[in-house]
């Protein structure tokens, strides 16, 4: 089965740091590029950064640039995203999404995970 | 930078009627890479039409997609009860969505 499950979410201060994985399963990991999208409670989907299969191409959001840091790890079948200087509007369900394609540009996310909920807060 | 629009905000219909969902591009853009999402309250979003008018597997086709340069279209021919929902448009980021409500 197709899947990717997403983890590392939880309760942070502003300022602080967070990571998060995404576990990839049923499909070639390395053919495809992987993105991060997150959705703000009641809000619209905003994506967060993309990356292609071979990491040679990584693009962020205006948002997070300079923050916010994708990797991926071929061998392991996931995709990560480092978050720093955590702010309150960072807030939401971030998704993993799989691209139809395996470079750039963004082509369409044909596989989603559940999300993991990042609350940043004092 | 495009920046995507979408409209109506909400389109209120009644079960088999049409419905038509907007989305314009700030700047023309290449159709290969436009594509439409649904999203269900507490499901992430589905994959519905990719290259502004290729039905992802498994989409009914009752959904259609068209358009070319700044203003492309999704169509719901004949809405059955599971269609509604939001629906985003995207061009590497996202339209602010149209969300499609029982009347």
């Known amino acids: 089965e197709v899947q990717l499950v997403e983890s590392g979410g939880g309760f942070v201060q502003p300022g602080r740091s967070l990571r998060l994985s995404c576990a990839a399963a049923?499909?070639?990991?390395?053919?495809?590029?992987m993105h991060w999208v997150r959705q703000a409670p009641g809000k619209g989907l905003e994506w967060v950064s993309g990356i292609s299969w071979n990491s040679d191409s990584i693009a962020y959001a205006d948002s997070v640039k300079g923050r916010f840091t994708i990797s991926r790890d071929n061998a392991q079948n996931s995709l990560y995203l480092e978050m720093h200087s955590l702010r309150v509007e960072d807030t939401a369900l971030y998704y993993c999404?799989?691209?139809?394609?395996?470079?750039?540009?963004?082509?369409?996310?044909?596989?989603w995970g559940q999300g993991t909920t990042v609350t940043v807060s004092s | 930078e495009v920046v995507l629009t979408q409209s109506p905000g909400t389109l209120s219909l009644s079960p088999g009627e049409r419905a038509t969902l907007s989305c314009g591009a700030t700047q023309s853009i290449t159709s290969s890479y436009l594509a439409w999402y649904q999203q269900k309250p507490g499901q992430p979003p589905r994959l519905l039409i990719s290259?502004?008018?290729r039905r992802a597997t498994g989409v009914p086709d009752r959904f259609s997609g068209s358009g070319f340069g700044t203003n492309f279209t999704l169509t719901i021919s004949r809405l059955e009860p599971e269609d509604f929902a939001v629906y985003y448009c995207q061009y590497r980021g996202f339209g602010p969505g149209t969300k499609v409500d029982i009347k």
């Open positions: 049923g499909f070639t990991f390395d053919d495809y590029a």
């Open positions: 290259g502004a008018s």
């Open positions: 999404a799989k691209d139809l394609r395996s470079g750039w540009p963004i082509s369409a996310f044909d596989v």
